[in-house]
């Protein structure tokens, strides 16, 4: 596996990383935790050195699923976890809105927490999960910024976060890292975002590269989703969306039948190809599927390729929201 480096920050991760999210949480009952670390533990051997997991996963679950398994490789892998969300009071945020809390005695609580459940002495990212409007962006930087110089955090992210909360958090602590949704079928960023990322020499980390399952292939207008899915009220996963939204998948199939590769293979091709610091962190609950994502990265997309999918693709309108007006929280910017 390559490695890539997250902006100037000199983090080095594997090009493709491993999103834990859906081993525990939003994509049906939490799967069984010892078939969970196999895979995991099969991702470390196949090269994968960056784990993407969060406090709000679960809650909790995700981060003690990820701290056991990669214990016996502590120093070979680069874990990332996210602070931010309000737990507290039993609250569920999986039943939005969710109130967001990055208050600095949160931050503090979260991280000594988080820290234990990962079975880490410092936690190699950490990121602020979404901006809190109720706390200034720079008090959180402050926050992060004596984590780290306790030894506690490494290097500091931000997630879904606005340009101009970018700049604000950048100039109190350097920002590694941004991490948002990114794929051909979301690409919001594209025009201040990413710009404002390479001008600060920040990482991009690119989390549902394959569009929650939908650029796969594996999805269309009769899958069934069980009602603890989180796809079953995103707009987007409507049946009559995903029909329409059909299209794209054809093209990633197009590109894919004359490369000798598969459409999540195209589609995660296709986010490597637009900068080389960003990093895609698509997630799986099988090897099968983890063998076939890291395939990606050899994968050369030519530069006639990737003309034609931004042709056919600007021909393309993605039927529905992101998120339903009831989950608004987990949009912020």
Known sequence: MQTRKLGHSGLEVSTIGLGCMGMSFAFG???????????????????????????????????????EALAPFRDRVVIATKFGFD??????????????????DNIR?????????????????????????????????????????????????????GAQSIRRAHAVQPVTALQSEYSLWWRELEPEVIPTLEELGIGLVAYSPVGRGFL???????????????????????????????RIVDLLRRIAERKGATPAQIALAWILAQKPWIV???GTTKVERLKENIGAASIELTAEDLREIESAAADIEVIGGRYPVSMQTLTGR
């Open 29 to 67: 009952p939490p799967k069984d935790k010892a078939e969970m670390i196999v895979v995991i533990r099969k991702a470390v051997e196949l090269g994968v050195t960056f784990f993407d997991t969060a406090e709000v996963y679960g809650p909790y679950i995700n981060e003690e699923l990820v701290g």
């Open 280 to 282: 895609p962190i698509p």
């Open 216 to 246: 796969t292939g594996a999805v269309d207008s009769t899958t069934q989703f069980d009602s603890s899915d989180f796809r079953s009220r995103l707009p987007r996963f409507a049946p009559d969306a995903r029909d329409a939204n059909l």
């Open 109 to 161: 609580a979260v991280t000594e927490a988080s820290l234990k459940r990962l079975r880490v002495e410092t936690i190699d990212l950490l990121y602020q999960h979404r901006v809190d409007p109720e706390v200034p962006i720079e008090d959180v930087a402050g926050t992060v910024s004596e984590l780290i110089a306790e030894g506690k955090v490494r290097h500091f992210g931000l997630s879904e976060a």
């Open 87 to 104: 737990l507290s009071e039993g609250r569920d945020p999986r039943q939005g809105p969710t109130a967001l809390n990055s208050r600095p």
